[in-house]
């Protein structure tokens, strides 16, 4: 079986040095996403006798409903569940970095996080501890050199690793949050099939931001009023 | 129950991102360590670089060198196609000895004004390697940034000039790289700005142009012939803000990548990829106009015309004497006339044209033949012309589809006919006033 891999991360953190480290050149396949100008790049690799299809998508920031490449993003993840996102941070910028990060985790999914441009970071006098970062995060963490292609095994076996015994990432916040949080959770359930495809909790998050895609999709059920007592 | 306006105030969306952010704070706290080192590399070179004062004739110098660098390195690869097109021209020369007509179309059509611009490739090959190399290096969304202050305070947004160094190699990606910028009156105002950054074709025309009527000072006539582009563009952005798209640039937030030397590989393969697009025209379309080009000018409603023969008389005659009395004031005669037209279709053309109209006529050196006919005035008035009148077919098929509006592809068309005209006779005027309006003088 194919596993499938999704390559996320902010502009300019060298996403695309890792995707063409990963996938030989002659592998690799350039598209556009359905209907939109974004480019969709996909390719092949293998490693220990299974095969992985990589897909990079498009850099972003955040994960709105306002962009197109953040959607198109968001889209994926949501509808494709590929089997784990690699999420490629900036070790030079990680607090910027680090918020996608955070909406990845509440998007529940698979993640390996790499921490890319360590030599750059470390130039600029940078010490992470990485494996206490994982630990906070609670997802894998590996270093990598993409320009100088180290670290590149390493993210195959923790890629091979989170495909084997999948762990989706969990993110708790602060108490008054997440008061409000469960309480969305606890209405969004009545609809079954709203919650078993999408994360309750992701839900919930978006509908406190008041995100337009997700606004459009609760008004099509019956759960507006009781959502908006939450808001008065 | 708490609501959410009680704990995230009026605007929960900032409010929970700044949430997020003290996470990551608390996160970072217990990970990473900063240890104070001075500035990078990067960050000193942009402490020069990015000055105040400094900024923009560094960006200018920088510039400079580019064009210095593609016409001074390229003069030996001319050379070189020039020599082996002669000797492949000889051969097919004696080859179609005795056919009058034939040889005509091979000799003067083919090798006079298809062959005639091959050598041009050079110089739009290594321009496009310098390109190559400010981009990769990270140079340039610096100079994007060291023109930010002086467009705003022309009312044009900094991420405009992005599409405008994009220009330099081919108008066409440029306009489509206005995509990219957010605001529809800035993408508007960076779309029609755009067709008066020079591009890559029209460089043949300045070579051939400098080279003839203002030897020793090539690279100085072509670099201004480019800052006259660049400064077209910047005021037709000023002008478009003040009137049609009234209003304020959004803010302009850009990230600065890190400099660093980019590898010979990288840039020849990003050369390779922008210049094969000349190459492909060159191997089509500028193939197919020779044939057309020298039909026109050896036939006219007459039949054929001979042996070097008037060629005012001819099609291509015809068609540059309808419009030719319009630039009569600028010195223009039914040569430059018909070679206005036909580079629309793409500005090398213009070369091809010219090669093609001479080569009928006779002449073999082009060059002094045209020295012998135009004033340096009227060369000037004709490059600058050039450079500024519509853009080629294909670049107005892109405003189109970008703007997604005629009315707006006919604004551009218009507007830039009556601005190249303006421009050439002003320069017209000046430059026979210092005495450069009479034919053989330079």
């Known amino acids: ?232 | 129950m708490k609501r959410v306006k009680a704990v995230l105030g009026d605007d929960p969306e900032i409010a929970f991102a700044e949430r997020r952010y003290k996470m990551i704070g608390g996160i970072l706290e217990e990970c990473l360590t900063k240890t104070e080192t001075g500035m990078t590399f990067s960050d000193k070179l942009d402490k020069v670089l990015l000055n105040k004062y400094l900024g923009i004739p560094i960006f200018l110098i920088l510039v400079w060198a580019l064009f210095q660098f593609s016409i001074e390195a390229s003069g030996v690869f001319m050379v070189i196609i020039e020599t082996a097109l002669v000797t492949v021209g000889a051969f097919f020369g004696t080859l179609l000895e005795g056919n009058e007509m034939a040889t005509s179309l091979v000799q003067d059509g083919i090798f006079g004004g298809f062959a005639f611009i091959l050598p041009f490739l050079a110089p739009i090959f290594l321009m496009f390697l310098g390109i190559a190399w400010l981009e990769d290096s990270g140079y340039f969304a610096r100079a994007a940034f060291v023109m930010d202050k002086l467009l705003r305070k022309l009312g044009v947004h900094g991420k405009t000039f992005i599409p405008m160094m994009l220009g330099f190699g081919c108008n066409i990606p440029a306009i489509m790289a206005c995509r990219s910028i957010e605001g529809e009156k800035d993408r508007m105002i960076s779309i029609l700005s755009n067709p008066y950054i020079s591009c890559g074709a029209r460089l043949p025309v300045y070579v051939l142009f400098a080279a003839a009527f203002f030897p020793g000072f090539e690279g100085s006539v072509i670099f201004s012939m480019y800052m006259l582009g660049l400064a077209v563009a910047i005021f037709t952005a000023w002008l478009l803000r003040k009137t049609l798209f009234k209003g304020e640039p959004e803010p302009f937030i850009m990230e600065l990548p890190i400099y660093r030397v980019p590898t010979l590989r990288e840039s020849v393969l990003h050369m390779w990829e922008r210049g094969v697009v000349f190459l492909k025209k060159a191997g089509t379309w500028l193939f197919l106009g020779a044939i057309i080009l020298w039909f026109m000018s050896a036939f006219g409603p007459a039949g054929y015309l001979g042996i070097d023969p008037d060629v005012s008389v001819s099609y291509t005659g015809i068609l540059g004497g309808l419009i030719q009395p319009i630039f009569a004031p600028l010195g223009f005669d039914w040569r430059l006339g018909a070679a206005l037209i036909f580079a629309f279709l793409a500005k090398e053309i213009a070369v091809e044209s010219l090669g093609i109209i001479f080569a009928v006529e006779g002449d073999i050196a082009i060059g002094g033949a045209l020295a012998g006919v135009f004033s340096p005035a009227t060369a000037a008035a004709f490059m600058i012309f050039i450079l500024l009148y519509i853009p080629c077919v294909a670049a107005v098929g892109t405003i189109k589809s970008e703007t997604n509006s005629w009315k707006w592809t006919l604004f551009s068309v218009v507007y830039s006919i009556i601005i190249a005209y303006v421009i050439a006779a002003i320069a017209f005027a000046l430059l026979s006033a210092i005495g450069l309006g009479v034919i053989g003088g330079a």
């Not at chain 1, 078993?196 to 978006?206: G, N, V």
Request: proline share 4%.
């Open chain 1, 1 to 232: 079986m194919t596993v499938r891999v999704a390559l996320i991360g902010n502009p300019n953190v060298g996403k695309s040095v890792i995707f063409n480290n990963l996938v030989p050149g002659a592998r690799q396949h350039v598209g556009n996403w359905p209907g939109k100008t974004v480019e969709k790049k996909t390719g092949k690799y293998r490693y220990k006798g299974e095969e992985y299809e990589l897909v990079d998508l498009p850099g972003c920031y955040s994960l709105t409903a306002r962009a197109v490449d953040e959607l198109v993003s968001r889209t994926y993840i949501l509808e494709e569940k590929p089997d784990v996102v690699v999420d490629i941070v900036d070790a030079s910028n990680v607090e910027r970095n680090l918020y996608l990060t955070l909406l990845l985790m509440e998007l529940e999914t698979n993640i390996v996080v790499a921490l890319n441009q360590m030599d750059v970071a470390k130039s600029k006098g940078y010490t992470i501890r990485t494996e206490a970062l994982a630990s906070r995060l609670g997802v894998p963490v590996v270093e990598t050199i993409a320009t100088q292609k180290v670290g590149m095994e390493k993210l195959k076996a923790a890629i091979e690793n989170a495909a084997k015994s999948p762990k989706p990432a969990s993110l708790t916040y602060p108490s008054d949050i997440e008061d409000l949080i469960e309480k969305l959770v606890t209405i969004l359930s009545a609809d079954a099939s709203l919650v078993t495809h999408h994360p309750a909790r992701w839900l919930a998050i978006k509908l406190i931001e008041r995100d337009k895609e997700v606004l459009e999709m609760i008004q099509e059920t019956t759960l507006d009023s009781k959502i908006e007592e939450v808001f008065a």
